[in-house]
């Protein structure tokens, strides 16, 4: 017990604690406008490294990339009133999709591609993601709030339960690190954070109980969301996604998680939980 508690932290334990104030205080106190800057800032730095991944080393062919992604974010910052919900759908439905496949493939072989394929799955990954997070952050900056927090818990919970009790293998042939127990620590994690939210809410039984299973499941698809950026990178033999962040890996390793969960937990306020919370 006391080498496990000793053991350097993770990460993403650390990245978190030192972006963490920043990206709260965005959420909070910029305007919609600067706040959706800042987050498309982080977006485009993963569509570099998405790029990348795919099979593409030539920087004109990443700044290319950068851009088209760019433009993509522009149109649906100009448009987001009548795509948004669309798009969520839409997000969400490809999501359960991909998800039933990387779970089909756990134990055989990672998804496998084209590459300009591979690209386009960035795009559908990291734009819809960005857009969520803003249009949460417009509609109730607290539930923008408690999406950051959900989805930095949920990662924190799954490393430590997969550090201390992990034992049966999630996924060997796409991510040979994470475990079942480490997916039941994000699970439980997601579930306390629903739980305080709620009660600061003030929400009552059946919408605080509706609010927590919500979280959970928000927690297992955001599994899939760093399980899917795993798939490619064991495809390009690589361990970080990029170097953007020094002795921290990639930015689509800090945000794998979020790309999958942003969409349903955005889609779920809007529809159920936004009324409740009032």
């Not at 004109?60 to 448009?79: D, E």
């Not at 009552?204 to 399980?227: C, P, Q, Y």
């Not at 950026?229 to 979020?258: F, T, Y």
Request: glycine fraction near 10%; include cysteine; charged fraction near 15%.
């Amino acid at each position: 017990m006391g080498s496990y508690f000793c053991a350097s932290p993770n990460p993403r334990v650390l990245t978190a604690a030192f972006l963490g104030p920043l990206f709260l205080f965005g959420v909070l106190k910029l305007s919609e406008h600067y706040f959706a800057a800042l987050i498309g800032l982080v977006v485009l730095a993963g569509s570099w490294e998405w790029t990348a991944l795919s099979g593409y080393d030539d920087r004109r062919l990443k700044m290319s990339a950068v851009v088209v992604v760019f433009l993509t974010m522009i149109a649906g910052f100009q448009y987001r009133d009548s795509v948004s919900e669309p798009a969520f759908i839409l997000t969400c439905a490809i999501w359960l999709v991909v998800a039933g496949s990387l779970f089909h493939r756990r134990r055989r072989f990672p998804l496998s591609w084209p590459n300009p394929v591979r690209w386009l799955c960035g795009v559908w990954t990291l734009v819809p993601a960005w857009l969520a997070i803003f249009v949460l952050q417009y509609d109730e900056p607290m539930a923008a709030v408690m999406l950051f927090l959900l989805i930095w818990a949920a990662d924190t919970g799954a490393y430590f339960a997969g550090r201390r009790w992990g034992r049966r293998k999630l996924a060997p042939a796409i991510s040979p690190g994470k475990t079942l127990e480490g997916v039941a620590g994000a699970l439980a994690a997601a579930a306390i954070v629903a739980g305080a939210f709620g009660a600061l809410w003030g929400l009552n039984t059946r919408h605080g109980s509706g609010l927590i299973l919500f979280s959970v499941a928000v927690a297992l698809m955001s599994v899939f969301g760093d399980l899917f950026e795993s798939n490619w990178k064991r495809l390009a033999n690589v361990k970080d996604s990029g170097g953007l962040l020094p002795g921290h890996g990639g930015v689509l390793d800090r945000i794998d998680s979020m790309t999958a969960g942003a969409p349903f937990f955005t889609l779920g306020w809007l529809w159920w939980f936004s009324s409740a919370a009032a």
